[in-house]
Structure formats: structure tokens, C-alpha cells
């Protein structure tokens, strides 16, 4: 038969009883706080971190030892002086006095035991008791943790709560270069609002009940206006859903992500962002091109070209000319933005590359100069989304060759 009967506590602003001053303490001492109780510690000595938590914290230290009648007016003790008559003693008078306490380290003689607990980002609180093992309680938990970390438990809320949005950078397509946090987030969301360089393969995943919103732009189609993306995902936050805006690459770079974060904020709308690997440097890096290298380039400038080969040119002229200049959206005035460069100055013997689709079982890399990289990637028929890499570094793809290693879920058609 179990014994014990698992049971949340609200411990906000009610008296708690620490006694003791060693690690134990210490450690139980926190978690009433974080609680939010009223704590008082009953010990002559303390750590030095118990001593920083009763002067910076809500906390009462009393310097001496238990006496008869400390357990009084309190909601819950724990005992955890390691002297065991002691602790019995604290425990037999909070009994008498019917107070629930815990006896640390005596599970068997206790009245009360601590599991061990953990909150998901969402506030999702588990406990595990191990019974009289809590060290096997405390693998339990760290799994269990872990699996929820990784998004694969059902934490889904089904009662309808406060909104919120989630911005999360997907990375540059392969499923597995997603964020832990971005996977976590994405277990939680109700609806998820998502573009067609998102590595969409994920969405497979998810609970049948979540809705899936494309407002996937691509060249010479918008299918949603940015402002009618940002209206969305404040409307169905302020429906109470959980709305994960999910993103290629980094949704702070080049993804309007600021734009979306700042309709929300005007909207008093609780959001979050959730960083993701951009694909400006890790499309590259998978075609064996690093944006930097020594001897060879020590900074590097990240360009739209979508707004055409003057805008390019122009910023470009304010870098060193050893900078890399990584160019997004720049396949389909290539021809005219390199030549613009060669105009400015830049050498048309100048290594260039285009990587097509980078970190997909469809990824393909062009290597020429500034001279001819336009003509190959035309002949080669590579196409958008794709990265276009100029400078020094972009010649070391031919030494180096491809170095992605795409996952089972981005090879089954995961990312576009």
C-alpha cells in the first residue's frame, strides 16, 4: 500500500518553520521562499549563503537553538539540524500541535517529505517521491525534466488561460538545430504561426488539436502582409491562446521579428523571444565557408539584397575590404549586385559563393569570383532561399567542401 498522499501547498505569505543551518537548510530555506512564504531559521550558525538569503531575502534568522515552543503558529517545519533527537524533538512537538513537518533525511519518521519538484516554462509544476530513495526521485525528476525540455511530453494546457506570444527562430532548416527552448515552446503553443523556411517538419509533432497558421511568404507572392501577421498573433493572444510565431533562422535577424515583438508590447501582450541559429552564418558554415578566418577576414556584414544592388553597394563601400559580406535574398539580382560591387571596387577576381538550401538534403553550392558566381549559379538553376557569401573566405568551400550533416526529419522533407 503507498503511504503518503501527494498534495500542492500554497505557502504564499504563511509562516514556515527552518530548522537548522547547514546545506539542508539552506536549500529547503529557498524553496519556501521561492514558495513565498514567511520563513524564520532557527540555528546559531548558518552558511554563508543561508546568512546572504536572511539579509538580502524575506527571511528571519534566529541564532540559537530550538526550544520548546518555536513549532507554534506555523503552517509547516522542517527539522534539519542532522542531530537526530533533535529533529524527532521538532517533529513530536509539531505534531502534538498538529503542524505538518518534515524530518530531512528520515523519510521513514517523518510526518511529511519533500519530492523532488521542477516548473516548465510555461508553469507546468511535477513533483516525484521516491519514497524512502530520494536520490532515485531526483533521476526520475531530472528525465522527466529533460524529456519536457525537449518538448516530447504533453504539456499542452487544455483549460484556456491568459495569452501570450513565443518568437522563435527556428534555425536555417534541419529540424535539429532547433533550440531545446524552441522545442519546449512549441509543445505549449495552441496555435503555431509559421513561414515556409521554418523547419516545418517539427509540426508533424505536435498535437492534433494545435493549429497550424502558413503565412509563408516567397518571391513575388506575400500570402499575409506583415501588419495582418502582426494583428493575428495579437488577436489570438488576446484570445487566450499560446501563439508560437515560428521562424527560419533568427527571428531578430532580417525576420521582422522586432516588428512583431513591438505589436505585441503596443498590445500589452505578454512575448517572449527564443533565439535561433541564423542562417546567414550557418548556411555557409554547411558548405565549409566560414564567415571568418584568420589571414584571411575579421568581420562580416549581413545584407538584405531585396532592396537591390545600389542599397548593397552603398553599405558595403563603409566596411574594410577584407569584410565578408553575407547577402539574404540576394539570388535574383545577383548579376547586377555583383557587378556593382566590381564597379565600386571590389576585384572581380574577388571569391564568391551561393548556397542553395542550405542544411536540407537539397543543399548546392556554386564557388566562382565575383566575376562569373552569377552566370554559375544560373546555369546551375540554384534558387531561393540562398545565401550568397563574398570574399576571401567563400574560396575555402573548395578545400573544405560540404560539412552538413542533415537529420532524418530535415531528409524527409522537413525544411523547403
Known sequence: MNRGYPLFLDLTDRAVLVVGGGPVAQRRAEQMLAAGAAVTVISPWA???????????????????????DTADNWLVQACTGDAAI????VA???RARIWSVRAGHAEGSPAWAAATATTVDGVQFAVSGGQDPRRAVA????????????????????????????VGGGPGDPDLMTVRARLVLSL????????????????????????????KSPGRHAMPQDEIDQLIVERAEQGDVVVRLKGGDPFVLGRGGEEALACVRAGVPVEVVPGVTSAISVPAAAGIPVTHRGLSTSTLILSAHDGAAEVVRRAAATPDDTTLILLMGV???????SELIRAGRPADLPAAVVSEGWTVHQRTVVGTLADVAQRAECAEL?????????AVAGLAEQLGPLAAISVDARHGGAP
Open 332 to 338: 535574383r539580382h545577383l548579376a547586377e549586385t555583383a
Open 383 to 391: 534558387s531561393s532561399p540562398a545565401v550568397v557569401v563574398v570574399g
Open 47 to 69: 552558511t554563508e549563503d543561508l546568512i546572504d538569503l536572511a539579509e538580502r531575502e524575506h527571511l528571519r534568522w534566529l541564532r540559537r537553538e530550538f526550544a520548546a515552543g
Open 189 to 216: 503553443a495552441d496555435v503555431v504561426v509559421t513561414d515556409r523556411l521554418a523547419p516545418v517538419a517539427v509540426l508533424d509533432h505536435l498535437d492534433p488539436q494545435v493549429e497550424i497558421i502558413d503565412v509563408g
Open 93 to 95: 512537538e509539531a505534531d
Open 140 to 167: 526520475l525528476r531530472d528525465v522527466i525534466a529533460d524529456l519536457c525540455a525537449e518538448g516530447l511530453l504533453p504539456v499542452r494546457r487544455h483549460r484556456r488561460g491568459r495569452g501570450r506570444v513565443f518568437l
Open 87 to 90: 529533529d524527532e524533538a521538532i
